[in-house]
T-cell receptor, first 113, second 111 residues
Framework: GEDVEQSLFLSVREGDSSVINCTYT??????LYWYKQEPGAGLQLLTY?????DMKQDQRLTVLLNKKDKHLSLRIADTQTGDSAIYFC?????????????FGQGTILTVHP | NAGVTQTPKFQVLKTGQSMTLQCAQD?????MYWYRQDPGMGLRLIYY???????DKGEVPNGYNVSRLNKREFSLRLESAAPSQTSVYFC??????????FGQGTRLTVV
């Protein structure tokens, strides 16, 4: 079955870049997502990448996809204290059910002033 | 535009009690989902409804039932709550070619 793995913790200084990594097992995944969860809140979609792309950039966010190694990364440039949150990698597994997702464990990003 | 609304936001149950978590969306989405979130395990799919009138099991359906009441509403029922069901529950919805939108969550404690 599908499996998505992430490291659990990342700590960076304000102004540095953050890189959050994710590996997945389902080679048929068409879309891969990054969600952000702030304390006590729901999940907010940050960005996504289609499986035929290698990279996607959206302001401070860069997503890299290595299909051969089934590795996905999210880079946040100029990380701010407001970026402190849990970040989830997810792959879409539900065909036309776009919300049928397999999530990683989540990476807790802590940004120090 | 409220998006996905879940009630209640917090609940404490005693072992063996029953309750229903409510979810409603106002985006005219066809598909709705229930996930549970546990520390270090991410979100896991309990049940989903691809369209009105259909429901299917997800990864962790045991101990739960669902009802797709109409296009807007999708409820999750715990018939006999157990401490292992202590979790944060998220409802989500998605439309044709749109990503999933999540509610704010229900924090459930079973003692």
């Amino acid at each position: 079955g599908e499996d998505v793995e992430q490291s659990l913790f990342l700590s960076v200084r304000e102004g540095d870049s953050s890189v959050i990594n994710c590996t997945y097992t389902d080679s048929s995944s068409t879309y891969l997502y990054w969600y952000k969860q702030e304390p006590g809140a729901g999940l907010q979609l940050l960005t996504y990448i289609f499986s035929n792309m290698d990279m996607k950039q959206d302001q401070r966010l860069t997503v890299l996809l290595n299909k051969k190694d089934k590795h996905l990364s999210l880079r946040i440039a100029d990380t701010q204290t407001g970026d402190s949150a849990i970040y989830f990698c997810a792959e879409r597994t539900g065909g036309t059910s776009y919300g049928k997702l397999t999530f990683g464990q989540g990476t807790i990003l802590t940004v120090h002033p | 535009n409220a998006g996905v609304t879940q009630t209640p936001k917090f609940q404490v149950l005693k072992t063996g009690q029953s309750m229903t978590l409510q979810c409603a969306q106002d985006m005219n989405h066809n598909s709705m989902y229930w996930y549970r979130q546990d520390p270090g395990m991410g979100l896991r799919l309990i049940y989903y409804s691809a369209s009105e009138g259909t429901t299917d099991k997800g990864e962790v359906p045991n101990g739960y039932n669902v009802s797709r009441l109409n296009k807007r509403e999708f409820s999750l029922r715990l018939e006999s709550a157990a401490p292992s069901q202590t979790s944060v529950y998220f409802c989500a919805s998605s439309g044709m070619n749109t990503e999933a939108f999540f509610g704010q969550g229900t924090r459930l404690t079973v003692v």
